[in-house]
């Protein structure tokens, strides 16, 4: 029998394939679905951040967001809130610790701002109860803002005629409405409404198709390797207490944590779990900022707080679910606005 050439056997291969691949679909692999009752570990995002003690109104907020972006509030005139926590950037700076008055650097990493409000408490020790309580802290605080009193801050705001008329109108009822208490409250009503859902939010209210398999097999993994044991909730994170270090010593114990504020030995390394919400966008990480990458962070949680040498391509698969807990930045509602102008009233900046 004749053979035919090698090359003619070839092409007819090749035509048999792009036949089959042109007369055929080729079918995507199935989509996986989260089992609903992992999901009830989690609550969507909501709307706002609401407090019976602080309710929200629209000049409440208004005002919020001037004496968010106000580097008035500081001694020098040049740092604000927003120096720290910067609403474009998932409110952070990027740095292990922030820069503070004549470049004096914090002992902690600043977290984000963004969700915060919905943190069973303030700061990665808990020192403050909420928002309102957080924002009264780094005005005053030598290293940070280093007003040297609340004399001064209601100075400089009683000396800008726009403040006054601000502050009436958030606090109506009050005869005296500019104080150190409602320029709190008014930051912290601000920072009630940052919230940042993401596509996470939505296989919450039931749209499984909101992540893709890799995302979901991801969160299967976060699952199985326990990390929902500190990270669940609406914030996955940001609702408890723990001892970093709780399977195996952390190595570095130059930070007491909790301790610094209870004087309780028990408290030693217990800080605030940090929401895992934008965690993508709000490195570096932990209370130090020293951890430069998430999938690091993710490899020393799983061996220092569940005792687990995690495979690198589980690192991956969980850091991929991570990245899709990244929300949408409300662009309109953090846009800076005008600020008043200083007048001759105004105390001068002090940079000593």
Excluded at 48 to 72: I, Q
Excluded at 83 to 104: A, E, M, N, W
Aim: net charge neutral.
């Amino acid at each position: 029998m004749r053979r035919l050439p090698v090359a003619l056997l070839m092409s007819c291969a090749v035509a048999v394939v792009i036949f089959m691949a042109c007369g055929e679909e080729v079918s995507a692999p199935p989509a996986l679905t989260i089992d609903a009752a992992r999901l009830e570990l989690f609550e969507p995002l909501p709307e706002a951040m609401t407090s019976a003690a602080n309710p929200l109104t629209d000049e409440k907020v208004t005002l919020g967001r001037m004496l968010y972006y106000e580097p008035r509030l500081s001694k020098s005139q040049q740092i604000s809130c927003n120096s720290c926590h910067i609403l474009t950037s998932y409110g952070v700076d990027g740095k292990p610790t922030s820069d503070g008055h004549k470049g004096q650097k914090g002992d902690r990493n600043s977290p984000t701002v963004y969700n915060a409000a919905g943190h069973f408490v303030q700061f990665w020790d808990g020192r403050a109860a909420d928002v309102e309580a957080q924002a009264k802290g780094p005005v005053l605080n030598p290293v940070e803002m280093a007003m040297p009193a609340e004399k001064q801050v209601i100075a400089v705001l009683k000396s800008m005629p726009e403040y006054a008329n601000a502050f009436k109108k958030a606090f109506p009822q009050e005869k005296d409405p500019i104080g150190y208490d409602n320029m709190a409250k008014a930051i912290g009503a601000f920072e009630r409404k940052l919230v940042t859902p993401s596509r996470w939010d939505k296989i919450l209210h039931g749209n499984q198709a909101a992540l893709s398999n890799v995302e979901k097999a991801g969160f299967n993994d976060f699952m199985e390797a326990g990390c929902t044991t500190c990270h669940a909730g609406t914030y996955l994170g940001g609702n408890q207490y723990q001892r970093l270090g709780a399977a195996k010593p952390w190595p570095d114990t130059s930070d007491p944590g909790r301790e610094k504020v209870t004087k309780n030995a028990a408290d030693r390394m217990v800080f605030k779990v940090p929401s895992l919400r934008n965690i993508e966008k709000t490195g570096p990480y932990f209370h130090t900022g020293k951890v430069k990458t998430l999938d690091e962070s993710i490899a020393l949680m799983a061996e220092y707080q569940l005792g687990n040498a995690m495979p690198p391509e589980k690192v991956k698969s969980i850091g991929t679910f991570l990245a899709a807990l990244t929300g949408d930045l409300p662009a309109e509602y953090v846009k800076q606005p005008e600020l008043p102008k200083s007048t001759s009233k105004t105390p001068k900046p002090e940079m000593d």
